[in-house]
Nanobody, 124 residues
Framework: QVQLVESGGALVQAGGSLRLSCAAS????????MGWFRQAPGKEREFVAA????????VYAESVKGRFTISRDSAKNTVYLQMNSLKPEDTAVYYC?????????????????WGQGTQVTVSS
């Protein structure tokens, strides 16, 4: 069993930056691929970024590529999402998720554990 707790969400002006953190419990965290997703009101949950268990492979949604960076610190059982050049359309609840199988996937259904989410609001 893995428990995930996100933090770092806030209200920020357009063009600003935030770093989200996702703290994981469980000894097997380092063997899981991790992902970040987001969900805006009235919209489906969408993929943002994912990172392999080793940290050596990452994938991003086109909408955030070049602005967001996913990373992980296995010693701290934490995954991060550095968000720069934020836009109002980035406003959403951001969730981290863990995938127990190998491979970086975009679909929420491919992930086994989820955090409770953290709100990011970008004002124009």
């Amino acid at each position: 069993q893995v428990q995930l707790v996100e933090s770092g969400g806030a209200l920020v002006q357009a063009g600003g930056s935030l770093r989200l953190s996702c703290a994981a419990s469980g000894r097997t965290f380092s063997s899981y691929a991790m992902g970040w997703f987001r969900q805006a009101p009235g919209k489906e949950r969408e993929f943002v970024a994912a990172i392999s268990w080793s940290g050596g492979y990452t994938v991003y949604a086109e909408s955030v590529k070049g602005r967001f960076t996913i990373s992980r610190d296995s010693a701290k059982n934490t995954v991060y999402l550095q968000m720069n050049s934020l836009k109002p359309e980035d406003t959403a609840v951001y969730y981290c998720a863990a995938r127990t199988l190998w491979g970086l996937k975009h679909a929420p259904s491919e992930y086994d554990y989820w955090g409770q989410g953290t709100q990011v609001t970008v004002s124009s």
